[in-house]
Nanobody, 114 residues
């Protein structure tokens, strides 16, 4: 069954870090680039980071310099290291194929608050 499972979210204070993980079925990884997305309360889901099958990365301006996306092609997993978190990073975080998305997983909640 093709699926995506995100994990690693939590509640942290501003300036702290979190590392998210996404386990994806092999068929998703074979689609090439993978991405992380997030959806804040009352807002549309937005793209924040992409990693190609070869490891090239791209980031939204809002997270550039603070977040790092990585992938393990042997384990079919992608991670998102989030540093210097801000309250505006509060959202549910999702992963998916960047250009051939499937049904979204449940996501993982990240809350940044003092």
């Amino acid at each position: 069954q093709v699926q995506l499972v995100e994990s690693g979210g939590g509640s942290v204070q501003p300036g702290q870090s979190l590392r998210l993980s996404c386990a994806a079925s092999g068929s998703i990884f074979r689609r090439g680039s993978m991405g992380w997305y997030r959806q804040a309360p009352g807002k549309q889901r937005e793209w924040i980071a992409t990693i190609s099958s070869g490891g090239m990365t791209n980031y939204a301006d809002s997270v550039k310099g603070r977040f790092t996306i990585s992938r393990d092609n042997d384990k079919n997993m992608i991670d998102l290291q989030m540093n210097s978190l801000k309250p505006e990073d509060t959202a549910v975080y999702y992963c998916n194929s960047r250009y051939y998305p499937i049904a979204w997983g449940q996501g993982t909640q990240v809350t940044v608050s003092s």
